[in-house]
């Protein structure tokens, strides 16, 4: 017959098991694509995070960096977290507009996504990524970095006529109203055909144009910028839905932390800028009515284009996007 000390200790051992089986199963391991390459800023700035992420979070969550355009290409990594192919990935909207034309509306916002939290857009926009894209938007990583013009051909004023210009989504119709003709490329082959002369310039936020040296081949800069670059963590709804209380409130936690270190953003323009310039990058200044008139066309085609896309979200998005 069994003793009563036999069966307690026999009791402790299942019960540490049972422990142990519970906090095995309480690690989840996220996989995590980039849709920018892996030296761009964005992606440098990224890896101490999820490298902090690990450290803090063993027992509880980890996030596995798979890689950049190379794993799965810039175009396709919505897709991917769409379907659950990974289950997170550092993207802009502009490059899964295959997945929601609303994905790129996000350049449109002009208050700061601490804001964006508060004011209930970040839920607005969470119900469209819910619903039309299978995803969580989980932050946005990226604040304060303008789009600009770069361009080889000198301009006196904000018209693009003759000129082949390299786009994405973010672009297309401000150029087009430009008159320019748009060329879509993933930031990869930006170099390739700038070299050999496809196109005459390309759209890209201020900061950014080093890390694949385009500056080489780059002459002129159009101020001012425009819109406000977004790039963001997003990540499979399942997947998001899969995780435990501790693990999302550790990784809301993480990701919060992420976005308060946005201030980044606005030190770099800055510094882009001045290295821009000691690179030879002339910029092509407008007076201060065409200037403004340039912005206002900005985003009257902007909201345009998305009113047209997609009437009823447009319409929610603008009133939640528009500055205090
Ligand atoms: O590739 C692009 O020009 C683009 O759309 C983009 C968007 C956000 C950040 C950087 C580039």
């Given at each position: 017959?069994m003793?009563?000390?036999?069966?307690?200790?026999?009791?402790?051992?299942?019960?540490?098991?049972?422990?142990?089986?519970a906090?095995?199963?309480?690690?989840?391991?996220?996989?995590l694509?980039?849709?920018f390459?892996?030296?761009?800023?964005?992606?440098q700035?990224?890896?101490?995070?999820?490298?902090?992420v690990?450290?803090?979070?063993?027992?509880?969550?980890?996030?596995?960096?798979?890689?950049?355009?190379?794993?799965?290409?810039?175009?396709?990594?919505?897709?991917?977290?769409?379907?659950?192919?990974?289950?997170?990935?550092?993207?802009?909207?502009?490059f899964?507009?295959?997945?929601?034309?609303?994905?790129?509306?996000?350049?449109?916002?002009?208050?700061?996504?601490?804001e964006?939290?508060?004011?209930?857009a970040?839920?607005?926009?969470?119900?469209?990524?819910?619903?039309?894209?299978?995803?969580q938007?989980?932050?946005?990583i990226?604040?304060?970095?303008?789009?600009?013009?770069?361009?080889?051909?000198?301009v006196?004023?904000?018209?693009?006529?003759g000129?082949?210009?390299?786009i994405?989504?973010?672009y297309?119709d401000?150029?087009?109203?430009?008159?320019a003709?748009?060329?879509?490329?993933?930031?990869?082959?930006?170099?390739t055909?700038?070299?050999?002369?496809?196109v005459?310039g390309?759209?890209?936020?201020?900061?950014?144009?080093?890390?694949?040296?385009?500056?080489?081949?780059?002459?002129?800069?159009?101020?001012?910028?425009?819109?406000?670059?977004?790039?963001?963590?997003?990540?499979?709804?399942?997947?998001?839905?899969k995780?435990?209380?501790?693990?999302?409130?550790?990784?809301?936690?993480?990701?919060?932390?992420?976005?308060?270190?946005n201030?980044?953003?606005?030190k770099?323009?800055?510094?882009?800028?001045?290295?821009?310039?000691?690179?030879?990058i002339?910029?092509?200044?407008?007076?201060?009515?065409?200037?403004?008139?340039?912005l206002?066309?900005?985003?009257?085609?902007?909201?345009?284009?998305?009113?047209?896309q997609?009437?009823?979200?447009?319409?929610r998005?603008?009133?939640?996007?528009?500055p205090?």
């Amino acid at each position: 017959m069994m003793n009563g000390r036999f069966l307690k200790s026999a009791a402790a051992l299942l019960i540490a098991a049972g422990f142990a089986a519970a906090a095995g199963a309480q690690e989840v391991t996220l996989r995590l694509v980039s849709a920018f390459a892996e030296n761009a800023i964005y992606v440098q700035r990224l890896q101490p995070w999820i490298q902090k992420v690990n450290a803090e979070g063993k027992g509880t969550l980890q996030i596995n960096f798979i890689g950049g355009p190379k794993a799965i290409p810039t175009f396709e990594v919505g897709n991917a977290v769409k379907t659950g192919v990974v289950d997170m990935a550092m993207s802009t909207g502009a490059f899964y507009t295959n997945v929601m034309p609303e994905a790129d509306f996000l350049k449109l916002t002009q208050l700061p996504v601490a804001e964006q939290r508060k004011n209930g857009a970040f839920d607005a926009i969470n119900k469209v990524w819910n619903e039309k894209g299978n995803m969580q938007y989980l932050a946005r990583i990226v604040e304060n970095q303008p789009f600009h013009v770069y361009t080889n051909k000198k301009v006196d004023k904000p018209d693009l006529t003759g000129q082949k210009i390299r786009i994405t989504p973010v672009y297309r119709d401000f150029f087009q109203a430009l008159g320019a003709n748009v060329i879509t490329t993933p930031p990869g082959e930006v170099y390739t055909a700038l070299e050999r002369g496809v196109v005459d310039g390309y759209g890209w936020p201020i900061g950014g144009i080093f890390d694949l040296n385009w500056h080489e081949k780059t002459k002129f800069r159009i101020d001012p910028g425009f819109y406000d670059a977004e790039v963001s963590l997003i990540m499979n709804l399942a997947a998001f839905r899969k995780l435990t209380p501790p693990q999302s409130a550790y990784l809301q936690k993480q990701l919060l932390a992420l976005e308060a270190e946005n201030t980044f953003w606005a030190k770099y323009t800055a510094d882009e800028m001045a290295r821009q310039q000691k690179a030879g990058i002339q910029t092509i200044k407008f007076d201060v009515a065409t200037t403004k008139a340039f912005l206002d066309k900005a985003y009257q085609v902007g909201w345009a284009s998305a009113e047209k896309q997609s009437p009823e979200i447009a319409g929610r998005f603008k009133k939640l996007f528009a500055p205090k």
